[in-house]
């Protein structure tokens, strides 16, 4: 039997015995009193190659998210409205490009930096910032590590983030742990978040 807590994109992928497994952690679903929306890299690098497969995209452009990103624009422009409507705080990510503050000698991980240029991780015109968005560039997945997200948010008093983006398994994962590590209360809007894998998704 499917509930509001469960009725999420893992439904289908998910079996009922493992969901099971985890019904001690439901709780009530809610957006709190000062909420803030935070947009994990929104940007061009995600959707390179246009709305194709992720498997034909990923030959020619593997940072894209295909289709999976493409299907996402809609409800992420609605959202985008609402909390435009609604005067909630809008915060962004992306990539810091800036050859001058990355590491020298120290190689972290063996992972392969995006392609594409600093165009790549300009933010898509859809939802391009407004004055008074704050843009929070970043070097590690998390929006969080490193970044001055965290004064931000406690100088406006927010309590809820509403986050959305690239990818669920990867950037927005991290910062939504950080965040709920941090003391907010995390709410992910599945329409609005997409990956490469609909498993990991």
């Given at each position: 039997?499917?509930?509001?807590?469960?009725?999420?994109?893992w439904q289908d992928i998910i079996p009922a015995?493992?969901?099971?497994?985890?019904?001690?952690?439901?709780?009530?679903?809610?957006?709190?009193?000062?909420?803030?929306?935070?947009?994990?890299?929104?940007?061009?690098?995600?959707?390179?190659?246009?709305?194709?497969?992720?498997?034909?995209?990923?030959?020619?452009?593997?940072?894209?998210?295909?289709?999976?990103?493409?299907?996402?624009?809609?409800?992420?422009?609605?959202?985008?409205?609402?909390?435009r409507a609604a005067g909630l705080p809008i915060?962004?990510?992306?990539?810091?490009?800036?050859?001058?503050?990355?590491?020298?000698?120290?190689?972290?991980?063996?992972?392969r930096g995006g392609t594409g240029g600093a165009?790549?991780?300009?933010?898509?015109?859809?939802?391009?910032?407004?004055?008074?968005?704050?843009?929070?560039?970043?070097?590690?997945?998390?929006?969080?590590?490193?970044?001055?997200?965290?004064?931000?948010?406690?100088?406006?008093?927010?309590?809820?983030?509403?986050?959305?983006?690239?990818?669920?398994?990867?950037?927005?994962?991290?910062?939504?742990?950080?965040?709920?590590?941090?003391?907010?209360?995390?709410?992910?809007?599945?329409?609005?978040?997409?990956?490469?894998?609909?498993?990991?998704?």
């Amino acid at each position: 039997m499917v509930d509001a807590f469960e009725d999420h994109c893992w439904q289908d992928i998910i079996p009922a015995d493992v969901l099971d497994l985890y019904s001690h952690y439901k709780r009530d679903l809610y957006v709190g009193p000062k909420a803030a929306l935070l947009a994990i890299d929104l940007y061009e690098l995600a959707y390179q190659g246009g709305p194709n497969p992720v498997s034909e995209v990923a030959k020619e452009f593997p940072s894209s998210c295909g289709i999976n990103a493409w299907k996402a624009i809609e409800p992420t422009k609605k959202l985008f409205a609402a909390a435009r409507a609604a005067g909630l705080p809008i915060f962004y990510t992306t990539g810091d490009t800036r050859e001058s503050s990355k590491p020298g000698a120290i190689k972290a991980t063996n992972r392969r930096g995006g392609t594409g240029g600093a165009d790549a991780f300009t933010i898509r015109p859809e939802w391009a910032p407004q004055p008074g968005d704050v843009v929070i560039t970043k070097q590690r997945a998390s929006g969080f590590f490193g970044t001055p997200l965290t004064a931000h948010l406690t100088q406006l008093g927010i309590d809820t983030i509403i986050i959305i983006g690239e990818s669920t398994s990867g950037c927005v994962r991290a910062s939504t742990v950080d965040g709920y590590s941090n003391g907010y209360h995390m709410v992910m809007v599945e329409e609005c978040c997409f990956d490469r894998s609909e498993i990991s998704h």
